[in-house]
């Protein structure tokens, strides 16, 4: 079955305690894209990637780092997370042709995040 | 940079009646239009989407209208059913080249 993978679904920690929130595809997209999702606030991109060792800032990427070593994955590193990390996060990916990402995206089930 | 409004942020409707969702965009250069349907404890997934080429596209019970001299865009869902019920996002983009933009949702109740 083509789809998406985040690990862990939910994560409770702590102020400044390094965590990695991992993504994987199976459709052999080159394209992959870390957002967030907050009340009131829609869906805002962190990070994206085109291909492998190609990766872009977002919208909102401070305070996050990615890694694209391998085409079908994608983590999510928050080195020194803080309460306003607090958030749903989600993974997608889709294909691309060169430069050019195909338009849909297809999405994981989501990473409920908290840190207090 | 792209901007997209969203309205309403809720919207609640009985089964059967229709329900018309607005958003509208900033850059003139967006071209890519998608819907995006969100139930409860999943990631978004495209239920419709449409290009600027084209001014409705239909599938089923749900269509999706432009207007590129406004700037706006419109999801209607005709029939509804309870299972209409999530959160609906749109989004915009130049396609395949800039980020997707999304506006920030509709949550849709269907009342039975």
């Known amino acids: 079955e083509a789809q998406v993978t985040q690990n862990p679904r939910y994560l409770i920690t702590v102020t400044g305690k390094k965590l990695t929130v991992t993504c994987s595809q199976n459709?052999?997209?080159?394209?992959m894209s870390w957002y967030r999702q907050d009340p009131g606030l829609g869906l805002r991109q962190i990070y994206y990637s085109m291909n492998v060792e190609v990766t872009d800032k977002g919208d909102v990427p401070e305070g996050y780092k990615v890694s694209r070593k391998e085409k079908r994955n994608f983590p999510l590193i928050l080195e020194s997370p803080s309460p306003n990390q607090t958030s749903l996060y989600f993974c997608?990916?889709?294909?691309?042709?060169?430069?050019?990402?195909?338009?849909?995206?297809?999405f994981g089930p989501g990473t409920r995040l908290t840190v207090l | 940079g792209e901007n997209v409004e969203q309205h309403p942020s809720t919207l609640s409707v009985q089964e059967g009646d229709s329900a018309v969702i607005k958003c509208t965009y900033s850059d003139s250069a967006s071209n890519y239009f998608p819907w995006y349907k969100q139930e409860l404890g999943k990631g978004p997934q495209l239920i419709i989407d449409?290009?600027?080429?084209?001014g409705e596209k239909k599938d089923q019970r749900i269509a999706v209208t432009l207007n590129k001299t406004a700037k706006h865009f419109s999801l209607h869902i005709t029939e509804t059913q309870p299972e209409d019920s999530a959160v609906y996002f749109c989004a915009a983009s130049l396609s395949g080249n800039t980020p997707l933009v999304f506006g920030k949702g509709t949550r849709l109740s269907v009342i039975a």
């Open positions: 997608a990916s889709s294909s691309s042709y060169g430069r050019i990402r195909a338009d849909t995206q297809y």
């Open positions: 459709m052999n997209h080159e394209y």
């Open positions: 449409i290009r600027s080429n084209v």
